[in-house]
């Protein structure tokens, strides 16, 4: 984590998918731009590298960015839950079940040395 711009900094953030029972566990990151959020693969400039594989991991990449001091970045997990009762409509169609995925997101704030520090989730009334 290297300071790059005046009021921007590097930070290096990884992504992997591996193999859990009932399907695969996936992290990856996005970083939000106004009211969207980017997938951090697609910000202006970043650099990836294919990281080696471990026994059960997908694919791993190391991806580093230049982002402003403030930055929010979102870690997106994703992980499989136990398969749901087929509905009406998945039966017409031929399925028995669906798998369903479990998706949470974790909010970070970028500070001037480069590290994420959690944002604490926004309640809403």
């Given at each position: 984590?290297?300071t ?17 029972s ?25 650099r990836?590298?294919s ?44 399925r028995?079940s669906?798998?369903?995925e ?10 001037a ?7 604490a ?5």
């Amino acid at each position: 984590m290297t300071t790059r711009l005046q009021g921007e900094v590097e930070i290096e953030l990884r992504e992997y998918e591996r193999v859990v029972s009932r399907g695969t566990h996936r992290e990856t990151w996005r970083v939000q731009v106004e009211d969207e959020a980017l997938s951090a693969c697609a910000w202006p400039g970043a650099r990836m590298e294919s990281l080696d594989r471990q026994r059960g991991v997908v694919w791993e990449r190391s991806i580093t960015l230049s982002l402003p001091v403030g930055s929010i970045v979102e870690l997106v997990i994703r992980t499989p839950m136990t398969q749901q009762r087929a509905s009406a409509l998945d039966h017409l169609m031929g399925r028995t079940s669906r798998e369903v995925e479990h998706q949470r997101c974790r909010q970070f704030r970028v500070t001037a040395s480069g590290k994420l520090v959690a944002v604490a989730p926004q309640t809403r009334r």
